[in-house]
């Protein structure tokens, strides 16, 4: 008897369950349409372009420094010509490093930057979640499911209410 219960029991909280709403959206197409995201792009890219600047500046230094060694080369001593590689080898590697941290760098302000607009969009789809009596909603960005029964597209209703066209 008890194994009964147990049995139609889950064969109603099956039928509930199957019976809930489920939506999907674009998460990374919703983003990327908000006005912030634009802004925050921008910012991005005005950071980079400072790193970048001031990369260049090391890399004109090393340039300059590899053209005076290859035209004074042939008049220095042995222990002369290794100090300047040396040299040249250790302005190789703090172009290398600062790549790397700039690269480091913007990665973290990105973050920084898409934490709020992400957070935002997704409160927009946690009120559509409420509005709309939906269970689960999906983000079909990254084709994780494959094949799934019909379901609503929710990108049109979260533009909306984010004012987006």
Known sequence: MKYLYSLMTLCLITIGASAQKTAYINFQQLVAAMPESKKAGDSL??????????GQVMVAEYTKNLVEFDSLAKTMTDPQKEIRVTALKQQQANIQEYKYKMEEKVAIREQELLTPIVAKAKDVLKALLKEKGYALVLDNSRDAVVVANEADDLLPLAKAKLGIK
């Open 45 to 54: 890219q005005k950071y980079a372009d400072q790193l970048n600047a001031d």
